[in-house]
């Protein structure tokens, strides 16, 4: 099945990233995912140190194989998560909602692979000078957190601006999608909304379902306003965020307070009202619960079929 160079760059065996999604990718997850030859990633969201280092060593039990931990650097906690997984020797970070560069010479010296989430040519550019071993071109049509350029736009501009491996996400659920990202100069993938229905997803129901049942046009995105755009799907908290958004009336702190709790709501508590429901634009593509084993295969076999076909589509 396919690999490529971000395989031997990290001891996998097949170039599929799951993401860190917060308040879901935990230590089950993510050793699910590298235990089926993918790199599971753990979710350090706004988790303090000691909470992360508890899901690394809860992962490290659960499978033998590499996994990476996500840093989300908006949390209050980066710095003590930082140096945590640097302790922990996390073999592999992602990082997002920010730009990690204060950390990278510290975790570079640990041995630490760092591939940094990157919305534009010029971060990509900057994260490669301070030592990233690959980074990750993520377009709009993803969940969470966004930036504006599309996939299709963004990964090859990010390839042929860089040396490193460049993993390509937003809008990636099938084959079709990793075949195109290949073809776009990225040498792997990263996955979020279609892990959501993993088996060993421990989200709630009520998100897989809303995920399972999405048409589309069922995502849409607010934040812009505080300038951290989110994807998510469509609900009555959505709708009211993004109404908010646009009321001059309605201050800054009111939003950050209004958003202050959302994707927990949803996540653990499955409140189909006031939660946040991030996905990508792919969700109306994912259509059924299935191991991450599975999902993994079904991915690159099917990239694999496109790939060696490709040629009965041109002469």
Known sequence: ??????????????????????????????????????????????????????????????????????????????????????????????????????????????????????????????????????????????????????????????????????????????????????MLGACGVQMGTRFLVAEECGVHENYKQKVLKARDIDTMATGRRLGHPVRALKNPFAREYLKKEYDPSVSDEELEALGAGSLRRAALEGDEKNGSFPAGQIAGMVTRKEPAAAIIRDVCEGAEALLKGAGKWVR
């Open 1 to 182: 099945m396919l690999q490529s160079p971000i395989c031997d760059l990290l001891g996998i065996e097949y170039p599929v990233f799951q993401g860190g999604m917060a308040w879901i990718a935990d230590a089950a997850l993510a050793a699910a995912v590298s235990n089926a030859g993918g790199l599971g990633i753990i979710a350090g969201m706004n988790s303090n140190g000691e909470q992360l280092r508890a899901q690394v060593r809860k992962a490290r039990q659960l499978t033998d194989r590499p996994f990476g931990v996500n840093v989300m650097l908006m949390s209050p906690y980066a710095t003590e998560v930082a140096q945590v997984v640097i302790e922990e020797k996390v073999p592999v970070l992602t990082t997002g909602a920010g730009n990690p560069g204060k950390y990278m010479k510290a975790w570079n010296e640990a041995g630490i692979k760092v591939i940094p989430v990157v919305a534009s040519v010029a971060l990509a550019r900057m994260m490669e000078r301070a030592g990233a071993a690959a980074v990750i071109a993520e377009g709009t049509e993803s969940g969470g957190h966004i930036g504006e350029t599309t996939t299709m736009a963004l990964v090859p501009r990010v390839a042929g601006a860089v040396s490193v491996p460049v993993i390509a996400a937003g809008g990636i659920a099938d084959g079709r999608g990793m075949a195109a990202a290949l």
